[in-house]
Each structure stands twice: as C-alpha cells, then as structure tokens.
Nanobody, 120 residues
C-alpha cells in the first residue's frame, strides 16, 4: 500500500502564490512511481494538473497551468511539491496528490486532498 498526505493549501489573493507538498510512504512505494497532481473544483469533474517521474524525466502540465505551476520532487524525503504562482480565482479547487507505478496507466493511490481558494 501507498499513503499520500497533502499539505499547504489555504486562502490566497489572485496573483499570489502557494506551495503544496505531498508526502509519500508505504511498504510498496518505490522510486519508480510516477507522481501527479489533480484538482477538482466544486461542481466539476477532477482534472489533471501535472505529473513527474520520480526517478527522472521532465514534468509535464495541463495547458491551464503551464508557465505558472511547477512540480518538483525530493527523492530523499519522498515528497513532491506543487509550486503555484500567479494564481487565479479559477484555480480554486481541492488539490489531490496521486501516485502510480511507472508501468501502469491508472492512478492507483490518492491523497485526501487540500483546499486551495483564490479570492479575486
């Protein structure tokens, strides 16, 4: 099993920044896992934000956040961060961390989510 715990959400004004962190643990977690961030706004379906390969490779992002959000990882701490800059009210959502084995196309593991609210 893999456990994911997000932190760092909160309330910020438009144009501001927030940094989310996801801590991964568990007996089956390994450096081969791909890590991702998703979000779900009220009344909408969950959408992909970005992802990064744990052991290498460039992160990739949804067009809606490209150039504003940055995903980084710390393999020693088993954490993945999402730096969010130039936030917009439409970025308001619950943000989820997810993980999957590199060989899988399914995001098997999810965190509990953290709320991000951007005021105009």
């Amino acid at each position: 099993q893999v456990q994911l715990v997000e932190s760092g959400g909160g309330l910020v004004q438009a144009g501001g920044s927030l940094r989310l962190s996801c801590a991964a643990s568990g007996r089956t977690f390994s450096s081969s896992y791909r890590m991702g961030w998703f979000r779900q706004a009220s009344g909408k379906s969950r959408e992909f934000v970005g992802a990064i390969s744990w052991s290498g490779g460039s992160p990739f992002y949804a067009d809606s956040v490209k150039g504003r959000f940055t995903i980084s990882r710390d393999n020693a701490k088993n954490t993945v961060d999402l730096q969010m800059n130039s936030l917009k009210p439409e970025d308001t959502a619950v943000y989820y961390c997810a993980a999957r084995p590199a060989s899988s196309s399914v995001w098997d593991y999810w965190g509990q989510g953290t709320q991000v609210t951007v005021s105009s």
